[in-house]
């Protein structure tokens, strides 16, 4: 199984990448690529780039990611209550390719994670409206909450409510992969 893992920041100490990378290291007989979204900036959308210089590179390199995998585990950074800048300009220029969905009717697990308590849920919410129409079927959501209280590097989880959640929905996950 080819897995697609990236976070939805491009921050070098993105919090919302640990957990992916952590998400990522549960499927341990899987081929994961652990995506970093500095790697793919790109000129902000809009009509008239596209019109004058087309469709980046990189975005036909981050579609061909989304395609080659069999699952994707996304964790969405929460900025100001929607995306992150870095995610939605990829998000835009993607749905600019001819023929496509964003997410190539890709299974999803979708996550996020904020030092608030919050956990990042609107960003959640609004991703989850929106997969239908992107191509993106989400298999399962996680929220953690205050990331610094309820995590620790090279451990995970710390709050037992939380990391029997997480383990219930990776659990959830691969048996839906199977099937």
Do not use: C
Not at 58 to 80: P, R, T, V, Y
Not at 101 to 123: C, E, I, R
Not at 135 to 142: H, M, N, P, Q, V
Request: hydrophobic share 40%; no cysteine; net charge negative.
């Amino acid at each position: 199984m080819k897995i697609l893992a990236f976070a939805g920041s491009s921050s070098k100490k993105s919090i919302n990448k640990k957990l992916v990378k952590f998400a990522a290291s549960q499927f341990e007989d899987a081929d994961v690529e652990l995506l970093d979204l500095h790697d793919y900036e790109m000129p902000i959308y809009s009509s008239d780039r596209e019109e004058t210089d087309g469709i980046p590179a990189k975005a036909l390199e981050f579609a061909e990611k989304i395609d080659a995998a069999d699952l994707i585990l996304l964790s969405l950074a929460e900025h100001n209550s929607s995306y992150s800048t870095a995610f939605k300009n990829i998000f835009d220029w993607v749905s600019r390719i001819q023929g496509r969905k964003h997410f190539g009717g890709k299974d999803v697990f979708l996550m996020s994670t904020a030092t608030g308590p919050g956990g990042g849920k609107n960003v959640v919410e609004a991703f989850t409206k929106r997969a239908p129409f992107s191509g993106a079927e989400i298999l399962e959501t996680f929220i953690l909450p205050r990331f610094n209280d309820n995590f620790i590097e090279g451990q995970g989880i710390t709050d037992p409510d939380k990391a029997a959640e997480f383990n219930e929905k990776i659990l959830r996950v691969k048996q839906q992969l199977v099937h």
